[in-house]
C-alpha cells in the first residue's frame, strides 16, 4: 500500500524554467492538497480539489497551476519557475469520511537558482 | 476563513518535563481538529485529531490533546518528554462539512535535551 508518492524527490530548476510536480494516491480519496513548506512559515496551502474535476485556490496559489486529471492524480505546474518558488513541497490526500485525516507524501525539495 | 495560531515557534524542555504545545484556531464553524509531527527530513504524520465527542483526545506516543471550544483551542500536551521527541509539530483545522480546505499553522519545534 503505497499511499501518496511524489516525484521527483529533489529538482533544481533555473529561472523561468518549468516544471510539473506529480502526486498520486491510491486510497480512494477524494480530496488532494499541495502545500509548500518553508523554514519559518508552516505549511501553507497553494491550492486544493475536493473532489474529481474541481479545484481551489488555497492561500499563496500565484505562480502556480493544478490538474487534477482523475480521482488519483493531483499536479502542481510551475509555469515560470522564481527563486521564490524554492521550497518543499507536498501533496496530501484525505478521505471525507469516515477518519477525514490527510495523508501526506514524502515531499519534494525544490531549489530555483 | 478559518486559520490556526501556534502561539510558540520554539519550545526547549528536558527530557522527562511535561509538555504543553499551544494551538488556538479561528472559525465561525465546527471545526475538526488536527496535531501531525513532522521528523527530520521526513513527511507529515498524525499524531491525533478530534472531530466530535469527548474533548480530550488521546494520540500516539503518548500525546494527548483537549478540545475547548469556548477559548477556541486545541493544546497539545504529554507529561514525560524523550529525546525521541524532538521533531517539528504542527496544529491543523477544517470545518465540518462544506469546504474541505485544511489549514496549517506555523509549527512549533521542540526541542528535548537530555
Known amino acids: 500500500n503505497a499511499g501518496v508518492t511524489q516525484t521527483p524527490k529533489f529538482q533544481v530548476l533555473k529561472t523561468g524554467q518549468s516544471m510539473t510536480l506529480q502526486c498520486a494516491q491510491d486510497?480512494?480519496?477524494?480530496?488532494m492538497y499541495w502545500y509548500r513548506q518553508d523554514p519559518g512559515m508552516g505549511l501553507r496551502l497553494i491550492y486544493y480539489s475536493a473532489s474529481e474535476g474541481t479545484t481551489d485556490k488555497g492561500e499563496v496559489p500565484n505562480g502556480y497551476n493544478v490538474s487534477r486529471l482523475n480521482k488519483r492524480e493531483f499536479s502542481l505546474r510551475l509555469e515560470s519557475a522564481a527563486p521564490s518558488q524554492t521550497s518543499v513541497y507536498f501533496c496530501?490526500?484525505?478521505?471525507?469520511?469516515?477518519?477525514?485525516?490527510?495523508?501526506f507524501g514524502q515531499g519534494t525539495r525544490l531549489t530555483v537558482v | 476563513a478559518q486559520s490556526v495560531t501556534q502561539l510558540d515557534s520554539q519550545v526547549p524542555v528536558f527530557e522527562e518535563a511535561p509538555v504543553e504545545l499551544r494551538c488556538n484556531y479561528s472559525?465561525?464553524?465546527?471545526?475538526?481538529l488536527f496535531w501531525y509531527v513532522q521528523y527530520p527530513n521526513q513527511g507529515l504524520q498524525l499524531l491525533l485529531k478530534?472531530?466530535?465527542?469527548?474533548?480530550l483526545v488521546k494520540g500516539i506516543n503518548g500525546f494527548e490533546a483537549e478540545f475547548n471550544k469556548s477559548q477556541t483551542s486545541f493544546h497539545l500536551r504529554k507529561p514525560s518528554v524523550h529525546i525521541s521527541d524532538t521533531a517539528e509539530y504542527f496544529c491543523a483545522v477544517s470545518k465540518q462539512g462544506g469546504s474541505e480546505k485544511l489549514v496549517f499553522g506555523k509549527g512549533t519545534k521542540l526541542t528535548v535535551n537530555p
Open positions: 496530501a490526500s484525505r478521505s471525507r469520511t469516515p477518519n477525514t485525516e490527510a495523508f
Open positions: 486510497m480512494n480519496h477524494n480530496s
Open positions: 478530534y472531530l466530535s465527542g469527548s474533548t
Open positions: 472559525s465561525s464553524v465546527s471545526v475538526y
